[in-house]
């Protein structure tokens, strides 16, 4: 069974910073990755997402992660932060059935704040 | 503009007071799902859609139905709500058809705030 484990529920990095926040993951199957951000009172978009071409994959806001299969990991990162990261994110796992579908498993999530 | 919208976005109502949550999406999306997110929990998924007239439960099923008629629509039933359904809930849609960009890639709702008293 497909599992995500979220490392932290809450991170604090001072604006300009690293940001990293950590995923690993559990599939019995080669999966396909996910980062989402849910920013207050709306839903999640996509950050980034691994589909088993290049394991270094960049997203959008100057994100990026890196799959390591055998770490199970997928840690999300960001250079220098800004204070419009202040967000939820959610690392999730997602795999495939024969019959085209799937099911996407999601971690708990992981709060970051930003400070000035 | 290609979206996922759900109404109502905020309600309150009572104990065993039968309610429906829609969900419409304008991209020909096949894979239709209802998450509900809590505190500490993630999303956990309600029921999923794979197209018209398929749908099945997911992890967190029980006092919930759903149908799909329509490949747009995908509507959230509470036949008799309890307090324990609190929680602010998300539809999402994906396509499904492997190779094309986008499959797997759920676009979400901005979210059903729920309280039952």
């Known amino acids: 069974a497909q599992s995500v484990t979220q490392l932290g529920s809450h991170v604090s990095v001072s604006e300009g910073a690293l940001v990293l926040l950590r995923c690993n993951y559990s599939?019995?199957?080669?999966?396909?990755l996910f980062w989402y951000v849910q920013y207050p009172n709306q839903g999640l978009q996509l950050l980034l997402k691994y589909t088993s071409a290049a394991t270094l994959v960049k997203g959008i806001n100057g994100f990026e992660a890196e799959f390591k299969k055998s770490e199970t990991s997928f840690h999300l990162t960001k250079p220098s932060a800004h204070m419009s990261d202040a967000a939820e994110y959610f690392c999730?796992?997602?795999?495939?059935?024969?019959?085209?579908?799937?099911?996407?498993?999601f971690g708990a999530g992981t709060r970051l704040f930003v400070k000035a | 503009e290609a979206q996922v919208t759900q109404n109502p976005r905020y309600l309150i109502t009572v104990t065993g007071k039968k309610l429906t949550v829609t969900c419409s999406q304008n991209?020909?999306?096949?894979?239709m799902s209802w998450y509900r997110q809590d505190p500490g929990l993630g999303l956990r998924q309600i029921y999923y859609s794979m197209n018209v007239e398929v749908t099945d439960k997911g992890d967190v099923p029980e006092g919930y139905k759903v149908s799909r008629k329509e490949k747009r629509n995908f509507p959230l039933i509470l036949e008799s709500p309890s307090p324990n359904q609190t929680s602010l809930y998300f539809c999402a849609s994906s396509q499904t058809r492997q190779g094309v960009t986008g499959a797997n890639v759920l676009t979400f709702g901005a979210g059903s705030r729920l309280t039952v008293l």
């Open positions: 599939s019995s199957v080669p999966p396909y």
């Open positions: 999730a796992v997602s795999d495939r059935w024969w019959t085209g579908g799937f099911k996407t498993i």
């Open positions: 991209m020909n999306h096949e894979y």
